[in-house]
């Protein structure tokens, strides 16, 4: 079941926050608030670590990260990236990479994994990806938008991307990511699907502003129904469910 | 009982960034352009007609206007309009409230869901034409007796009470406007992007207040005609107040100034106003460079109904000189 809040009024949650399957970033705010809406939700099973990158509170804009790694801006302080190696398990890597288009949030939409990158991306950072992610990287543009991390949210579940994607599209990027998707919005009719919204493979955290139907879409394609818990098997039936061709 | 048109404005680009619009608008320089000379008034698209208020815009639509992608001629041309709120609004209303409240976390949402739903009384500015639907500029009057169950107004009040404790003698007078006066008091709210044009203000307080004179006449019931006979606004607003406000008395240097008015009406409602106080704001905004010497500042104040005449008639001359 997908939970509604906000950040000090803000409804673009994504952009102040990171969720993955083995940990969850959120910004430093003003309330205790935002935090505490993290915890009650996952305080038993991953670590919710506060944090800024580059002295910035847009940690969801500005990184891109999975179970296995975290890709951090040229932009962030050694004292972060520090923090960050000290509070993230140790099996997840955190990285601080030269990409010239720092907001890798907004460029790059990653799940354990796929990517989806932005077009213009370098080869060094498709690399990377590959390497510390773990991930499958495809350039594509998300209904002919270049910052396919910005229109997509994405888990090993599912995704949403940007409302006016086309049923080619929508069918083209399902065969690559080899999950289902639906096109849909957020907070209230917001195109900017991840800005409003993260997910990982069993919950989810939407704007405030998002309507009761927008919520229901959320919960339906990532099937977070409540009647599943985290680590179950769905790794084990994909394979078998799911056709990939090498 | 005529209805006064609306006017439509045609400007300079300017920097503002609530959309993709606007700032394809803030990239391009601007340059003086000689005025049109034809004008066509065209009746309204069915987008804001309410209760029989039509918005008539004015449409200057140039020939061979825009300049394609990429071409920095320099001349951008926008046609304003003013609307009627509407739910698709929703977004660029909220982005202009975001910090009403300074930092104080409340129903925005809400807020903004109210100032929608009253279509009679409120005026929105938005470009003709324009796929983003953006808003530049907002302006509306709350009842605050009429929406006194709602939780944003509850807060509020609250929030305005809680800056007013520090003063003595105004927190009992805003107790009572908010509380046993409620009935004929409204909340002015006007909100707009930084560099809008002045030349649009006289028409936009015109629009508001001929909005509540005609609604005293035209809703529906005897409540809502009640609801809009205002006998007192109360305003919250932004100002800049100098760092060494004390130390300016005593030099009377005329020069600089010691309130800088970020909205120009501002200065003509203080001046006008039953009582008035500033509270310090906890937003962190970089203040621009001509400003360094200056704290922003909050501004409550209260202005009797019966001296807007008087500030329309002000507001006219202050934009003229300008």
Request: hydrophobic share 40%; charged share 25%; aromatic share 8%.
């Amino acid at each position: 079941m997908a939970t509604r809040l906000q950040f000090e009024n803000s409804c673009e949650i994504g952009a102040f926050s990171k969720l993955t399957n083995a940990y969850c970033l959120t910004a430093i705010g003003g309330s205790e608030n935002f935090y505490s809406a993290f915890e009650a939700e996952l305080a038993d099973v991953i670590p919710v670590v506060k944090t800024s990158i580059g002295g910035t509170r847009l940690v969801g804009f500005l990184s891109v990260g999975n179970k296995n790694g975290l890709l951090l801006p040229h932009t962030t302080t050694d004292q972060e990236l520090q923090h960050l190696r000290n509070s993230l398990p140790d099996q997840v890597v955190v990285q601080r990479i030269e990409e010239k288009l720092s907001a890798l949030g907004n460029c790059i939409a990653c799940n354990d994994h796929v990517a989806l990158a932005h077009t213009d991306l370098d080869k060094e950072t498709e690399e990377l990806l590959a390497d510390v992610l773990g991930v499958e990287v495809f350039r594509q543009t998300v209904a002919g938008n270049v910052l396919s991390g910005s229109y997509c949210a994405l888990s090993n579940r599912g995704g949403l991307v940007h409302p006016h994607t086309s049923i080619e599209d929508l069918d083209e990027l399902s065969t690559l990511l080899q999950v289902p998707l639906v096109a849909g919005t957020v907070n209230r009719g917001s195109e900017a699907i991840a800005a409003g919204m993260v997910v990982n493979d069993w919950t989810a955290f939407c704007g405030s502003d998002t309507t009761a139907t927008e919520l229901s879409v959320i919960d339906n394609v990532f099937m977070l129904r409540g009647d599943t818990r985290p680590g179950d098997g769905f790794d084990g039936m994909r394979k078998s469910l799911l056709d990939s061709y090498k | 009982m005529p209805r006064r048109p609306r006017r439509h404005q045609r400007f300079k680009s300017w920097p503002i960034t609530f959309s993709p619009f606007g700032r394809a608008l803030a990239r391009m320089g601007s340059i003086s352009m000689p005025k049109r000379r034809s004008e066509s008034i065209e009746n309204n698209t069915p987008s804001s007609a309410s209760n029989g208020f039509i918005k008539h815009p004015l449409d200057e639509k140039p020939e061979g206007s825009e300049s394609s992608d990429g071409e920095f001629d320099g001349v951008v041309q926008a046609d304003f309009a003013f609307f009627d709120p509407k739910p698709n609004d929703f977004h660029g209303v909220k982005t202009l409230l975001q910090t009403y409240l300074d930092v104080e976390e409340w129903d925005l949402s809400g807020f903004v869901d109210l100032i929608l739903e009253q279509t009679t009384v409120g005026t929105v500015v938005k470009v003709e034409d324009d796929e983003d639907e953006g808003v530049f500029a907002l302006v509306t009057a709350l009842n605050l007796w009429r929406y006194r169950e709602q939780r944003c107004i509850i807060k509020l009040k609250d929030f305005l009470l809680v800056k007013a404790s520090q003063e003595k003698g105004i927190a009992d007078q805003l107790r009572l406007l908010l509380g046993e006066q409620a009935h004929n008091v409204g909340l002015l709210v006007s909100q707009r992007v930084v560099n809008l044009p002045p030349q649009l203000l006289p028409p936009l307080y015109d629009s508001l207040f001929n909005e509540v004179s005609w609604a005293t006449e035209d809703e529906p019931t005897e409540d809502l005609r009640n609801s809009f006979r205002f006998k007192h606004y109360v305003i919250l607003s932004k100002i800049y107040k100098h760092k060494n406000a004390e130390q300016k008395r005593k030099l009377s240097d005329d020069s600089v100034e010691e309130i800088v008015y970020v909205k120009p009406e501002d200065e003509i409602f203080h001046k006008l106003s039953l009582w008035s106080f500033c509270f310090p704001l906890r937003t962190q905004q970089p203040a621009p460079h001509e400003l360094k010497n200056y704290r922003a500042m909050g501004l409550i104040m209260a202005v009797e109904a019966d001296k807007i005449p008087s500030f329309r008639q002000e507001l006219g001359s202050l934009i003229n000189e300008t």
